[in-house]
């Protein structure tokens, strides 16, 4: 079983930028899909984004498009959001989440889950 460990939240002015950080340990997770998700108060857990295994295709909720960038360093077994022009309406805790299967978008496909991290974007 994987661990899965975020870190790089925090408290931002809207506008500004953070990069999340999440660390597998226990074996690699390059032969797997990984994203990550954002639970705001009251909201139910959502997608943000993720990126295959195979190829790296990305894929990005609407909302986030063009501000948001997902990466992976198999090497470092280490999954990575750069996020910019950050808006109040990002404020969640951001989870990262692995999934067996080559693409992966809903939350059912993800079976292993980090604690998540804290991003709040003030006004």
């Known amino acids: 079983q994987v661990q899965l460990v975020e870190s790089g939240g925090g408290l931002v002015q809207a506008g500004g930028s953070l990069r999340l950080s999440c660390a597998a340990s226990?074996?690699?997770?390059?032969?797997?899909?990984v994203g990550w998700f954002r639970q705001a108060p009251g909201k139910e857990r959502e997608f943000v984004a993720a990126?295959?295994?195979?190829?790296?295709?990305?894929y990005y909720t609407d909302s986030v498009k063009g501000r948001f960038a997902i990466s992976r360093d198999n090497a470092k077994n280490t999954l990575y959001l750069q996020m910019n022009s950050l808006k109040p309406e990002d404020t969640a805790v951001y989870y990262c989440?692995?999934?067996?299967?080559?693409?992966?978008?809903?939350?059912?496909?993800?079976?292993?889950w980090g604690q998540g991290t804290q991003v709040t974007v003030s006004s």
């Open positions: 990126i295959g295994w195979i190829g790296g295709s990305t």
């Open positions: 989440a692995e999934s067996p299967s080559p693409i992966a978008t809903m939350l059912s496909d993800f079976d292993s």
């Open positions: 226990g074996r690699t997770f390059s032969a797997y899909t």
